[in-house]
């Protein structure tokens, strides 16, 4: 019985560090190759371990590795992925938190109706908005800027914000309304008294897959990006795929591990919140 | 009276949600759909032309591999990360030690893009430089593994590497509902000496169907919009052998010029879309009436 025991233990946890060597392969192979330099990537095996670690790939890549002719590494495109992601976090999250109010708390039948064909829209593919949204951002005259990217991030972040708050809202008992409008308060006044101090869970959650998506985002990035201050996935595809000179592949690792962090450390950080958020937005989805 | 008042701020917060609903998103795809029946070249343009983009895009060849390939890549990539998926999800609920490293390490890759999806894959499916390399320094100096760069294989290796991002969250989907079923099955289970294998396959999985459609909706989903990942990893090569629909209609927007062609190309995905979506809505809808 105890043998057996011990056999069927061991099967499930070779599995486990089977499938987990397919996660990790990866990583570890661009890791130890952002480590080496440019002549031992080369001679090595890409599972090699370093024999000489140097770090200098990893400076290159943040301040000097080349995009086209620009040579000034991810930097200036890391803090303008930043300069945008923010704003429209904070817009999508502040916009999907009143209409998930209004939606949950506020019922019409027009906001239902709005919410259904806000929620069928979500599902239509990205690449039927990319012809009229550049002919709007050109009326608007910021076709190719972070405010244009601010705009799109927003709106499209909307319907996923919209649809967490409103899931969540709709679960806050009726009564609470009720007894704030028999106390006379108004429309933002039990917004923001009641209904945002009940809140910051769903608000994390919220900031998280909205930061997530403008980070990782890259059909937009690629066509507004301002081509100084383009966000971080076009920017690495760029470097990466650069036809110009040598290719420095040990470079390259290093700036596809940096830009790869921030949504990384986001998960490990908050990975509860995280897997909530996306078990939530995919049940109701 | 002072309902009344609220009633107004409650519509009037909801302007921006308007606008986005009827023009960025309605009035946006039926000006794409609009585009789809015009001359459109470089800039979009006003003459009608009845049909004529689409009968040039059927007649396309190009067009008819990105078009198979997102069905050869769709049901290898759902097929897998279900599979995948529940298999993980059912070793983590076996697991008494090490279940939050685990669990971790699967999920990990979700968090990245599909970008770095596909360049950190970029390496070891390079003949040149992954595993073909590492196991031919190994010994076998026959070893062959050069998908990547094969006309008729790249596309699976794009399945590889998206299964890779795609995995985990299945995984956690399946693990949730996994959790939520009821333990005393495990006690009748074992009175009845039915063994562990067969409860999870018998008993719990078919338990499972809503979150089982959910995985299915979702990733199905992902894959009509696939592109990042092709791009990084491929680019729809070698030639256009890996080449999807939406990096198809990304090509005809902006480096061909053709918007009229891409428009008729983007509609045909969107119909795409909704001829698998409307099965799975019929059926849930007539599954919950009677």
Known sequence: MSWKFNHKTALLYTALMVFALYFLAP?????VASFKSLEEVHQSSVIALPEIWTFEPWVKAWSGACSGLNCEG?????????EIAIPAVILAVLLGAFNGYVMAKWRSKFADILFATMLIGSFVPLQLFLIPLAVTLRELDIYGTSIGLILIHTVYGV????????????TLPNELMRAAVM?????????FH?????SPAITIVAIILVFSGVYNDYLFALTFGESGKRPIMSAVQNIVASAYGIKEYNVNNAVVIISALP???LFLITGKFFVRGLTQGAVKG | M???????????VLIPCIVIVVYFIWGFAGYTAYLSFTKSTFLPNHQLIGWHNYETLLQDPRWWVAYANMFIFGGLYVAACVIFGALLAVLLDLTTKGETLFRTLYLYPMSLSLIVTGLAWQWLLNPTSGIQQIVRDMGFEEFNFNWLVSVDYAIYMVVFAAVWNGTGFIMILFLAGIKSIDKEIWQSARIDRIPTWRVYFYIILPQLRTILLTAIMLLGFQVVRSFDVVVALTNGGPGYASDVPARYVFEYFFTRSKIGQGAAAAMIMVVTMIAIILPYLYFEIRRKEP
Do not use: C, E, H, W
């Open chain 1, 183 to 191: 106390d006379g308060a108004g429309f933002f006044k039990i917004f």
């Open chain 1, 263 to 265: 949504t990384l450390l």
């Open chain 2, 2 to 12: 002072n309902i009344g008042a609220n009633q107004v701020k409650a519509s009037l």
């Open chain 1, 74 to 82: 991810i930097k200036p495109f890391f803090i303008a992925t930043f």
């Open chain 1, 159 to 170: 319907p996923l914000t919209t649809m967490l708050f409103r899931n969540y809202y709709t």
């Open chain 1, 194 to 198: 009641i209904i945002v101090p009940l």
């Open chain 1, 27 to 31: 990583i570890y192979v661009m890791l």
